[in-house]
């Protein structure tokens, strides 16, 4: 039986420890993190600690080979001087039970999932972590052909669930937003004046001298272009790419630019053979190797930024950079939430692919 809510919201407001479980995805923590910021400033005694749900890859919603990937929102969570604890003992070679045996010894008051995929299984977990403690998570979406299984279990598991997007928020913060409002009475506020992202001067200071051993001073205009996502379907084709290179270096705001295409160090070498078929000069690969802030210093440093709908396009958000999105109908809530200086190229279609985008449309956007 879930707890009433403004019992939940009492509960909350006293608290003295909090386990945030966020998903392991830049995107959703770029703006998972402004939220729970004005969370923790409308309540300071609370200590928040944050546990990526990577940690629970043994699980079968993590398909994949079962490795955990670079922890860069670790990096980034632990360098907001936010969180107290950021759980990172798995990429040291710690097990799935020495963490939850560390988040248990904790005794949280209340153990907090924005988990999406694996809800269920996620929320075990969280029980297991909080055991007195209150667990709060958005509500299951119930699989009908279950039977009411899940369901049952969920219910179990789970102190409080909030109804997700119940509003059809026109932005996903505002979906979190609502989360707050929920369990801790958190007013509904202007985020786009929220929106803000620090990079250390240390990461600015390598890439300045990095890009100078190039020959590339603070006066030369850089584009930066991110055509990959995750999903196929959000990717735009590299032959585009190096159309819309070549016709920007007809016009004379970007005759002596210096172009960089970004992509995982698995498609360095596609992005090197595109260059190289195109024949085209001032057009280089990059990745961020080493560590996370490489990518918002270089985003920092860009006077243009051409992206598809992933996680670049809201770092370049919080960073208010001029840039291009190339987006697809079908999740408008996740449109950068800095609107100015950014252009939309969409669709037309709801089942069309980025792929579908035509390079003389990202050509009058970045002209706009």
């Given at each position: 039986m879930f707890m009433q809510r403004e019992e939940v919201i009492e509960t909350v407001k006293s608290a003295k420890k909090v386990l945030f479980v966020l998903p392991m995805a830049l995107g959703d923590f770029a703006y998972l993190h402004l939220v729970i910021r004005e969370f923790c400033a409308m309540y300071p005694q609370i200590k928040a600690d944050v546990l990526f749900d990577e940690a629970f890859y043994g699980n079968r919603f993590h398909r994949g080979s079962g490795v955990l990937v670079n922890p860069i929102i670790c990096q980034w969570a632990e360098g907001l001087g936010l969180f107290r604890h950021v759980y990172t003992e798995m990429y040291a070679g710690g097990t799935l039970e020495d963490t939850i045996a560390h988040a248990r010894a904790e005794r949280?008051?209340?153990?907090?999932?924005?988990?999406?995929?694996?809800?269920?299984?996620?929320?075990?977990?969280?029980?297991i972590i909080a055991g007195e403690g209150l667990v709060i998570s958005w509500d299951l979406a119930a699989r009908w052909w279950k039977l009411g299984r899940d369901r049952r279990a969920f219910d179990r598991l789970a102190d409080f669930a909030v109804p997700e997007n119940p509003k059809r928020f026109p932005r996903i913060i505002q979906n979190y937003n609502f989360f707050f409002s929920t369990i801790a009475a958190m007013p509904v506020m202007d985020w786009e004046k929220k929106a803000t992202m620090a990079v250390p001067a240390a990461a600015t200071s390598q890439l300045a001298a990095v890009l100078a051993q190039e020959g590339i001073d603070?006066?030369?205009?850089?584009?930066?272009?991110?055509?990959?996502?995750?999903?196929?379907?959000?990717?735009?084709?590299?032959?585009?790419?190096?159309?819309?290179?070549?016709?920007?270096?007809q016009r004379e705001q970007y005759a002596e630019a210096e172009f960089f295409v970004n992509g995982l160090p698995s498609d360095q070498e596609r992005i090197r053979e595109m260059i190289a078929a195109e024949g085209l000069t001032h057009v280089q690969p990059f990745t961020a190797r080493d560590d996370f802030w490489e990518l918002p210093a270089m985003l920092q440093r860009s006077d243009r930024i051409i992206t598809v709908e992933t996680s670049v396009m809201h770092l370049a958000a919080l960073l208010h950079k001029p840039q291009v999105v190339l987006m697809r109908l079908k999740n408008p809530e996740w449109m950068p939430l800095v609107t100015e200086g950014c252009r939309l190229v969409l669709n037309t279609k709801r089942s069309?692919?980025?792929?579908?985008?035509?390079?003389?449309?990202?050509l009058a956007a970045v002209a706009e």
């Open positions: 949280y008051d209340a153990v907090i999932s924005f988990a999406s995929r694996g809800r269920l299984e996620t929320t075990r977990y969280c029980r603070e006066t030369r205009c850089v584009v930066f272009i991110n055509p990959f996502a995750k999903n196929r379907k959000r990717s735009w084709p590299l032959p585009k790419v190096g159309a819309c290179i070549r016709a920007l270096q069309q692919h980025i792929a579908d985008i035509e390079v003389d449309e990202v």
